[in-house]
């Protein structure tokens, strides 16, 4: 067996010096290598940039923030503040609120307004959390419940005016502004629904 050469033995016997670990979350270069390979930091063909792959394979609601039509979450506030102020009226004055629309005293218990109120609340509850939220189906949701809310306002208010045979101003006055906010409502939703064309 031959004998081992000087070289040799020192080199085995010389302690290897420390790994050193490249953390490449904190190198810059690696990381935009490794995104650029995944495919996410880029525009894709809706000009949306991703910052993950899943938000580039489920999609990024938060994108449709800075296409919002022009005094969207101003409406939703004024929905949220006058369903409120609706809300609690019935609330605490429901023969008031009653008579003010229908202008007849309320014959039977005030209950069915004090739920009335008590609906009222719970929409403006979802008015609230709308002006807040950035994602699109939440503001669709809120913008198609309202709509909800004012057509079948109108149709019960026009079938209970109908069988009263009455038509005082109050409740005039209160279907023009339910036709008047289901139409600013709907038109919110509906350019909110729609998809920004590229030139």
């Known amino acids: 067996m031959e004998a081992l050469s000087p070289s040799v033995c020192t080199m085995a016997s010389k302690p290897h010096p420390p790994l050193m670990k490249k953390h490449s ?6 990381r935009l290598k490794s995104r650029k390979i995944l495919g996410v930091g880029g525009e894709d063909d809706d000009g949306e940039v991703h910052r993950s792959k899943i938000s580039q394979m489920l999609g990024n609601e938060i994108k449709f923030a800075g296409r919002e039509p022009v ?3 101003a409406w939703i506030l004024i929905s949220a503040v006058g369903f409120t102020v609706m809300a609690l009226m019935a609330l605490v004055f ?4 009653y008579e003010l629309v229908f202008e007849e005293e309320l014959s039977t218990t005030s209950l069915s307004v004090r739920l009335y109120g008590g609906a009222l609340l719970s929409l403006s509850l ?5 002006i807040y939220t950035t994602e699109k189906i939440v ?27 009455m ?11 339910r036709v ?14 729609r998809r920004v064309k590229k030139i």
């Open 94 to 97: 429901p023969n008031q609120l």
């Open 71 to 73: 005094g969207l979450r």
């Open 126 to 130: 979802i008015m609230w959390n709308g």
């Open 180 to 193: 008047l906010f289901l139409s600013v409502t709907m038109s919110y939703y509906y350019h909110f629904g």
């Open 25 to 30: 979350q904190t190198d810059l270069i690696s």
């Open 139 to 165: 503001i669709q949701w809120t913008l198609l419940s309202e709509a909800c809310y004012f057509a079948v306002q109108f149709l019960v208010t026009s079938v209970t005016l109908l069988e009263l045979g």
């Open 167 to 177: 038509l005082p101003n109050a409740a005039i006055l209160l279907l023009l502004s």
